[in-house]
């Protein structure tokens, strides 16, 4: 008797959390891109690394971590890469990293928003990034989202009364099961 009790209480546990398991998307580094305009500049920054565990029928339990390595900054010529890479701006040198960890996904009317910490430079700021889900058959699917941050919040550079420290962030992440 006390080893069908078992057996039920095991087979239950199996069974709901089943159903409370997010997927597990793996992003394709190289296609992902990372592209910034703003400020009076644009560019892009390369090897986006990330966990992505997300269902869009399950999205208390999705959660996002992604990060892109600084030094990748590319905005056009070797020389005013080399400044924004400085402390002047991102100071790569000392934070070499920008993370962004979701702590909440809901579903907005026209995809989904990842609440969350974006950490760049010095400062933490909690943050909202839109974006769409887009399935490309059974195990792949495209993440693309667009946020705004100011520049300035961070360290990057001043902050500006007028908006020039703002500076839009598009993402595109291809993903695989």
Known sequence: MKKIHILTIALLVLLTSAFTVSILWKA????????????????????LSSTINFDKANLKDSKIIASIDVKTLK?????????????????????PKITFTSTEITSSATGFIAKGTLHMKDSTKVIELPFTFTEEGKDKAVFNGTMTVMAGDYGVMKKSKGGNDKVEIYLTVPVTK
């Open 28 to 47: 394709d580094e190289k296609t992902s891109t990372v592209n910034f305009d703003g400020a009076g500049k644009k560019g892009t920054f390369s090897n």
């Open 75 to 95: 905005a056009g010529n070797d020389r005013l890469d080399a400044h924004l890479l400085s402390a002047d701006f991102f100071d790569a040198e000392k934070f």
